[in-house]
T-cell receptor, first 114, second 112 residues
Framework: EAQVTQNPRYLITVTGKKLTVTCSQNMNHEYMSWYRQDPGLGLRQIYYSMNVEVTDKGDVPEGYKVSRKEKRNFPLILESPSPNQTSLYFC?????????????FGPGTRLTVT | GNSVTQMEGPVTLSEEAFLTINCTYTATGYPSLFWYVQYPGEGLQLLLKATKADDKGSNKGFEATYRKETTSFHLEKGSVQVSDSAVYFCALMGTGGFKTIFGAGTRLFVKA
């Protein structure tokens, strides 16, 4: 089954404790992206990657890191989480522009930082 | 920079009513435009898309036309069902990259 998977689905942590949210897709997509969803703000792009070892900042990259060492994986790293990073996070992947950049989304990771 | 503005919700309709959710955008060049839907507790799913001016995207009875002259991509459906209750997001992907801007989302409630 074609899908984007994220782990963990739920995470409660404390300020300053490094964490990683994993994202994996099995569709051989070139493009992958991370978003955060907050009430009233919609989805805001954190980072995106156009291929292995190619990443770029979205609109809200501060406090986050990403890496793309393999085509299928795109982990999101919070080196020192803070309460304002409490949010619902989505990973997405996409084929090339020729297919209209339709994005496939993972189920989401709800993160709470206390 | 690019931006997307969509009508605030919630929108509450009776079953079989006509639906319009407005979406306007600001962008340089010719962006691709999308409507995504999010059902409770789930990730987003693509509903429809349009990649050039005057294109009409359609799916599951929903339609939206890419209007360059009014910079709009309004979502319409002629007869909504209870199962259409969800949050709808308008989104824009600019030319030359993968940077995506989403609107704030519009929550739709359909009553039986």
């Amino acid at each position: 089954e074609a899908q984007v998977t994220q782990n963990p689905r739920y995470l409660i942590t404390v300020t300053g404790k490094k964490l990683t949210v994993t994202c994996s897709q099995n569709m051989n997509h070139e493009y992958m992206s991370w978003y955060r969803q907050d009430p009233g703000l919609g989805l805001r792009q954190i980072y995106y990657s156009m291929n292995v070892e190619v990443t770029d900042k979205g609109d809200v990259p501060e406090g986050y890191k990403v890496s793309r060492k393999e085509k299928r994986n795109f982990p999101l790293i919070l080196e020192s989480p803070s309460p304002n990073q409490t949010s619902l996070y989505f990973c997405a992947s996409s084929l090339s522009r020729e297919r209209g950049y339709e994005q496939y989304f993972g189920p989401g990771t709800r993160l709470t930082v206390t | 920079g690019n931006s997307v503005t969509q009508m605030e919700g919630p929108v509450t309709l009776s079953e079989e009513a006509f639906l319009t959710i407005n979406c306007t955008y600001t962008a340089t060049g010719y962006p691709s435009l999308f409507w995504y839907v999010q059902y409770p507790g789930e990730g987003l799913q693509l509903l429809l898309k349009a990649t050039k001016a005057d294109d009409k995207g359609s799916n599951k009875g929903f339609e939206a036309t890419y209007r360059k002259e009014t910079t709009s991509f309004h979502l319409e459906k002629g007869s909504v069902q209870v199962s259409d209750s969800a949050v709808y997001f308008c989104a824009l992907m600019g030319t030359g990259g993968f940077k995506t801007i989403f609107g704030a989302g519009t929550r739709l409630f359909v009553k039986a």
